[in-house]
């Protein structure tokens, strides 16, 4: 039986309901409708409301924003939108410059960028977007680039979680190891939600930098004869290639010293540097919206109408490329707006083994012409010691498939999949893929997720169909 959730009403915060309660994910891949959905107004009303639905039976699922392709917030039960619990908690500034900030879990990483920026400090690393919420982002494992800074998840310290009886728990890396705070911590930070809603989230983050970007077009044969040559190119280096072409563009971001951010203020400050500034910025505009998003969205509802014509709409794409220079907030650049929708799927391999995925999607798309007017695209990472981190244990990088969200992607995808998974690779929690928790049990520990997970929710209030399927029941 569906049953709506009633509206509750706690004097002082009174939690938001919202009218109609369904729910579909960024890239339509997911939908839910679930018995509720509501906005806690604090932590207190949060507990509050958690507590209530675990008694009545009902699962629980926070919601972010909808940015994951795989139904990882999919519920039949109370769907929690967190979107009035964030903004800035706490920062403890170190003498370094570095600091921990606490920031509410329903935060989206635009705002915080500017509440760090306004503070002179930044995240260390991000993925492409930001209009995820932090909560969101750091529990399917959301990355970005780059040999010596890892995922999201690795820059989290410590977060509170409320549990299914409304206790609210303060767990960090500076618990005991092998301790129960320690573990639970360890499922919270990155976990697909499954231990309780994450009500706040505390970061290491670093003094604000910028970033200079190269973007360049180049051979693919070039990254294909060193991978790890251009992986350690950049401090952030990655690539897009075009199927059906030997064609990539190049990305490499390198943070500047405060010294080198300096004399480019300077010398943009100058009328010359301005007027510079301004041909660069509109210059940006036009690559930016014009080429990737506007022009982009016209090249892929044409393969859309006519497939026979994607690989000379690649092959196009390919040639528009051009070489451009930018100097930026480190935010600026590492995230973009992506405005035309599509379907992902982005396995982590062992790094070594990324020249051969790469030739061998190429192979596969070579033989069957495969209409793919999206480009392949390809990132590094450092090992990291995080339980669910698809990064875990070894040096990896990450190789990401793409489709039109108006065109069939189910070829293309499972033929990279058998690809990926030939080569050890490991899913990416928020993308779309078809593996099991009996074939992610070598990569992770799963027994001890599912411990961690049975101790503070045996009722499996946390639980979901996606997180059954690959981490396994935990009741
Ligand atoms: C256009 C686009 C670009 C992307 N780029 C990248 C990229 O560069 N790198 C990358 O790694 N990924 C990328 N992703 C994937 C995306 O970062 C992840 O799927 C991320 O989890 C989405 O965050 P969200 O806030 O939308 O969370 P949702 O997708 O809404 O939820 C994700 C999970 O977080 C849980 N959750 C949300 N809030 C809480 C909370 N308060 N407490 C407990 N659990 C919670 C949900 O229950 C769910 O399990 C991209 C996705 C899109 C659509």
Not at 366 to 382: D, K
Not at 402 to 421: C, L, P, S
Request: contains cysteine; glycine residues 8%.
């Amino acid at each position: 039986m569906t049953r709506r959730w009633c509206l509750w009403q706690t004097p002082a915060v009174p939690a938001t309901v919202a009218a109609t309660t369904a729910w579909e994910n960024w890239a339509r891949t997911a939908s839910a409708s679930p018995a509720g959905v509501v906005r806690p107004r604090d932590e207190a009303a949060l507990a509050d409301q958690v507590a209530r639905a675990a008694a009545e039976g009902l699962r629980v699922r926070a919601r972010g924003a909808g940015h994951s392709f795989t139904p990882v917030a999919v519920t039949d039960g109370l769907q929690v939108d967190l979107e009035h619990l964030a903004g800035l908690e706490a920062v403890e500034r170190r003498q370094d410059g570095t600091a921990r900030v606490t920031v509410l879990a329903g935060t989206r990483l635009y705002h915080l960028h500017h509440l760090l920026g306004a503070r002179g400090l930044a995240m260390t690393n991000l993925g492409d977007i930001d209009r995820q919420t932090i909560a969101g982002a750091i529990s399917t494992g959301t990355h970005g680039t780059g040999l010596r800074h890892g995922g999201l998840a690795t820059q989290v310290c410590g977060v509170r979680v409320v549990l299914p009886d409304g206790t609210v728990r303060a767990v960090s890396v500076d618990d005991a190891p092998g301790s129960p705070e320690r573990e639970l911590f360890e499922v919270a930070r990155l976990g697909l939600g499954t231990v309780g809603v994450l009500s706040a989230v505390t970061l290491e983050v670093v003094p604000a930098f910028w970033l200079r970007c190269r973007e360049r077009p180049e051979r693919l044969d070039a990254f294909l004869e060193d991978p790890d040559a251009y992986a350690a190119s950049a401090d952030h280096a990655e690539l897009y290639w075009f199927p059906g072409t030997r064609s990539i563009l190049t990305i490499r971001n390198d943070r500047l010293t405060p010294d080198d951010a300096a004399r480019w203020g300077t010398e943009r400050s100058g009328l010359k540097g301005r007027v510079r500034l301004l041909g660069q910025e509109v210059r940006g505009l036009v690559d930016d919206e014009v080429i990737a998003n506007g022009l982009f969205e016209v090249a892929n509802r044409l393969a859309t109408a006519a497939p026979g014509l994607t690989a000379g709409i690649n092959r196009v794409s390919a040639r528009a490329l051009a070489a451009r220079e930018r100097v930026a907030p480190s935010y600026q650049l590492f995230c973009h707006k992506r405005r035309v929708r599509f379907r992902e799927q982005e396995y982590a391999v062992p790094r070594a083994a990324v020249g051969d995925v790469v030739r061998e999607l190429a192979a596969w798309h070579r033989r069957t012409g495969e209409p793919v007017p999206f480009p392949v695209e390809v990132r590094f990472a450092p090992s990291d010691d995080v339980w669910l981190s698809t990064a875990r244990d070894r040096d990896t990088a990450y190789v990401a498939v793409h489709q039109y969200v108006r065109m069939q992607y189910r070829r293309w995808f499972d033929a990279a999949e058998a690809i990926f998974v030939a080569a050890d690779g490991r899913p990416h929690w928020g993308k779309l893929h078809r593996r099991t928790a009996a074939d992610l049990a070598h990569h992770y520990p799963l027994d001890d997720v599912a411990r961690v997970r049975r101790t503070v929710d045996p009722g499996g209030v946390f639980a979901n169909a996606y997180s059954d399927t690959v981490l396994g029941a935990a009741t």
